[in-house]
């Protein structure tokens, strides 16, 4: 019952000015985003959040998260993921909830009705829950799409190429970790399928150090190859490197190692029974 009538008049003290109100809104965050976005699409979207908030204290429910609240929480779902996308920080996102509070204040000058001024506390609590509502909203898609981002990376930074019939190459540029590792084995083995390759060289000219670990995720790639029945041929060994491999104690075993990928690819050729000019023996 207290909850009804707080809400009757918080309901009473947003419509008591109406358009007013909401203009003031619209201008106080237009202002405060310094032109980051256009005053039309500010107005249309604060009086839609507007009427949503209305419509929720209507409903007399002061809990953000209850049912009355749920237009509202979608309005700035979508609102919080397309600043994220657009670039827009948290705290500029948020200001589109927080200055309501500022074209509020207008109302409290002079000598207010002390009610006014307790609805104006309980609202800016309101306000306040629904301005970390959006801040958490906007972190959320902003890794989403950080993560989809890198994906986007990952997959354009580990190609894979027909070098020849037969022969596919990966050429690795960068740190090689557990995540890059798996989508490599996962693409040199869909292309020898694709392909029907039986030869596969991993160039590591463009990686810029070889350790424990990296030398690890190279073995599991090459055994993982040789399981569909392809033999794999690691280049790029440079002098830097193999030193580095041979401190290391690292073992390649019976693994084939080729200084350059023009040596790799002569090896490969040779493997699959092509001779340089392109004739099948």
């Known amino acids: 019952m207290a909850d009804q009538e707080e809400c009757a008049r918080l309901v009473r003290l ?22 980051r976005g256009s005053r039309a699409e500010i107005d249309h ?93 906007h972190t959320r898609a902003r890794e989403e799409l950080i993560s989809a981002q890198a994906e986007q990376l990952l997959e354009l930074s580990t190609p894979v190429v027909k070098l020849w019939d037969g022969v596919i190459g990966v050429p690795l540029v960068g740190t090689l970790d557990s995540a890059r590792t798996m989508v490599v084995m996962e693409k040199m083995l869909q292309a020898l399928i694709d392909t029907g ?13 070889v350790d424990t670990q990296v030398a690890q995720h190279l073995l599991k790639t090459v055994v993982a190859a040789r399981l569909m029945g392809a033999e794999c041929t690691i280049s790029g060994i440079r002098p830097q490197i193999a030193q580095t491999i041979v401190a290391l104690g690292i073992d390649f075993g019976d693994i084939t190692t080729k200084a350059t990928l023009a040596d790799a690819l002569r090896h490969a050729l040779k493997r699959s029974g092509t001779d340089l000019a392109g004739r099948t023996r």
């Open 14 to 35: 947003l419509t008591v000015e109406g358009e007013d109100l909401a203009a003031g809104w619209v201008t106080s965050v237009t202002v405060s985003l310094r032109g």
């Open 45 to 137: 979207e604060l009086r839609e959040l507007y009427g949503a908030l209305v419509a929720a204290l209507r409903k007399g429910s002061l809990d953000i998260h209850s049912e009355a609240f749920g237009e509202i929480r979608a309005l700035l779902t979508e609102l919080s993921r397309a600043k994220a996308r657009q670039g827009f920080t948290p705290t500029e996102t948020a200001i589109s909830v927080f200055e309501l509070k500022a074209a509020l204040e207008p109302l409290l000058t002079g000598d207010p009705d002390p009610a006014d001024v307790r609805s104006y506390v309980l609202l800016g609590r309101l306000l306040d829950q629904l301005g970390l509502f959006t801040v958490e909203t």
């Open 197 to 209: 390759s039986e030869q596969a060289i991993i160039d590591i000219t463009g990686v810029p150090a």
